[in-house]
Antibody, heavy 120, light 107 residues
Framework: EMQLLESGGGLVQPGGSLRLSCAAS????????MAWVRQAPGKGLEWVSE????????HYADSVKGRFTISRDNSKSTMYLQMNSLRVEDTAVYYC?????????????WGQGTLVTVSS | DIQMTQSPSSLSASVGDRVTITCQAS??????LNWYQQRPGAAPKLLIY???NLEAGVPSRFSGSGSGTHFTFTITSLQPEDFAIYYC?????????FGPGTTVDIK
C-alpha cells in the first residue's frame, strides 16, 4: 500500500526553525516529484514547494521563498522541508503529496499532515 | 499568479440530491484542473484530474467538465460520506493554486 507519513511538526517561537520529514513507502519514491501543501487552521489549501524526482529542480511559493528549503534523500525514500525564520502566519498543517506522474502537479497521494504552530 | 474562485462557497443538500460546483480561473489553464475532497480532520483526496478524468477507485457519481477558465464538478446522487469540502486546483502555472473551497453539508 502506498503511504506518506509526515513528522517533525510542533510548537516553535517566531524566528525559529523546524525540519519536517515525509517518509514514503509502497511505491518507487525516486521516480516521482513531490510537494508540500499547507493548510492554516480553518483555511484552505496552499501549495508551498515542489521538488523533482531526482531533486535537481525545486520551486517555492513567494510566501516561503528564501526561508524554506525542500530536499529529498531517495536512498531513504524521504523528503524534507527545512523551515527557517518562521512567522506566526506559517502556522498550519503541513501535508506532503506525491505527483501522479512526471511533472504534472496532480496530487494523488497525501500524508496525514503534521501541525506546525508558530507562537510566542 | 492564477486566481481560482469557486461557487457557491457552501451549500446544503440532502442525500440523493444532485450537486454542482463551479470553479473559475483568472486566466486560461486548458484542462490542467483537479478536484479534491476533504473530510473533517482528514487529508485531501484526489477525485478528478485533468478536468474530467476520474481517479481510480472514485465512485462514478463524481464527474468533472470544462476547459479554459470555466469548470464544473458534479455529484449526481449525494451520499452521506460526500459531505465534505471540495477544492479545485490548477497546475497550468507555478505557483499551483487552489480554490477557496466549497462546503457541502447536510440540509
Amino acid at each position: 500500500e502506498m503511504q506518506l507519513l509526515e513528522s517533525g511538526g510542533g510548537l516553535v517561537q517566531p524566528g525559529g526553525s523546524l525540519r519536517l520529514s515525509c517518509a514514503a513507502s509502497g511505491f518507487t519514491f525516486n521516480t516521482y516529484a513531490m510537494a508540500w501543501v499547507r493548510q492554516a487552521p480553518g483555511k484552505g489549501l496552499e501549495w508551498v514547494s515542489e521538488i523533482s524526482a531526482t531533486g535537481d529542480k525545486t520551486h517555492y511559493a513567494d510566501s516561503v521563498k528564501g526561508r524554506f528549503t525542500i530536499s529529498r534523500d531517495n536512498s531513504k525514500s524521504t523528503m524534507y522541508l527545512q523551515m527557517n525564520s518562521l512567522r506566526v502566519e506559517d502556522t498550519a498543517v503541513y501535508y506532503c503529496a506525491k505527483y501522479f506522474f512526471g511533472v504534472y502537479a496532480i496530487f494523488d497521494l497525501w500524508g496525514q499532515g503534521t501541525l506546525v504552530t508558530v507562537s510566542s | 499568479d492564477i486566481q481560482m474562485t469557486q461557487s457557491p462557497s457552501s451549500l446544503s443538500a440532502s442525500v440523493g440530491d444532485r450537486v454542482t460546483i463551479t470553479c473559475q480561473a483568472s486566466q486560461g489553464i486548458t484542462n490542467y484542473l483537479n478536484w479534491y475532497q476533504q473530510r473533517p480532520g482528514a487529508a485531501p483526496k484526489l477525485l478528478i484530474y485533468d478536468a474530467s478524468n476520474l481517479e481510480a477507485g472514485v465512485p462514478s457519481r463524481f464527474s468533472g467538465s470544462g476547459s479554459g477558465t470555466h469548470f464544473t464538478f458534479t455529484i449526481t446522487s449525494l451520499q452521506p460520506e460526500d459531505f465534505a469540502i471540495y477544492y479545485c486546483q490548477q497546475y497550468h502555472n507555478l505557483p499551483f493554486t487552489f480554490g477557496p473551497g466549497t462546503t457541502v453539508d447536510i440540509k
